[in-house]
T-cell receptor, first 118, second 114 residues
């Protein structure tokens, strides 16, 4: 079965420093990977996705993620953190075994709280 | 990407009652997904809603508790029936716009059962 793991419940970083939020995955076949952010009392916002192509994916708000097939990882990164980046971050993988084509469900990691301190 | 209007945004309900959550999408989509996010937890898929057929429920979720309607390609409802405090969660709908666009989520319904 497909799964994703976010090994850190919380990541703390000082404003201006680089940040990394970790994600590892387990899938059969080629992974479709996503990162989402959830601000307090708001829905999920899409940050970026990896389907195929370049291993370094650039997304919204200056975030990027690196797909590493050998390490089955898809870590989220940002060169310089902002206090406003403080939120809950979810890694997700699309279940390619559910249905067909583009209609697979998303399986989420447990989430990582990012705290950026001034 | 698709815009999803979800309502209500929040509600406080008495145990034993039911609440129906609505999601309206601004374009036609084949499948809509309903998720639950319990306090401090990740998102768990409740069911997948296809237009014109019964929803497909995930393990641990049943139609009697979470009936779903999907009358057309832009609209779906999820009902939380016979609520108990354990149903207090955020409920979110989502659509898949395909591999080039990813998934879009509604803003969520924060349900508190007292």
């Amino acid at each position: 079965a497909q799964s994703v793991a976010q090994p850190e419940d919380q990541v703390n970083v000082a404003e201006g420093n680089p940040l990394t939020v970790k994600c590892t995955y387990s899938v059969s076949g080629n992974p479709y990977l996503f990162w989402y952010v959830q601000y307090p009392n708001r829905g999920l916002q899409f940050l970026l996705k990896y389907i195929t192509g370049d291993n370094l994916v650039k997304g919204s708000y200056g975030f990027e993620a690196e797909f590493n097939k050998s390490q089955t990882s898809f870590h989220l990164k940002k060169p310089s953190a902002l206090v406003s980046d403080s939120a809950l971050y979810f890694c997700a993988v699309r279940d390619t075994l559910h249905g067909s084509g583009n209609t697979g469900k998303l399986i989420f990691g447990q989430g990582t709280t990012l705290q950026v301190k001034p | 990407s698709a815009v999803i209007s979800q309502k209500p945004s929040r509600d406080i309900c008495q145990r034993g009652t039911s609440l129906t959550i609505q999601c309206q999408v601004d374009s036609q989509v084949t499948m809509m997904f309903w998720y639950r996010q319990q306090p401090g937890q990740s998102l768990t898929l409740i069911a997948t809603a296809n237009q014109g057929s019964e929803a497909t429920y995930e393990s641990g979720f049943v139609i009697d508790k979470f009936p779903i309607s999907r009358p057309n390609l832009t609209f779906s409802t999820l009902t939380v029936s016979n609520m108990s405090p354990e149903d207090s969660s955020i409920y979110l709908c989502s659509v898949d716009r395909g591999p080039n666009y990813g998934y879009t989520f509604g803003s969520g319904t924060r349900l508190t059962v007292v």
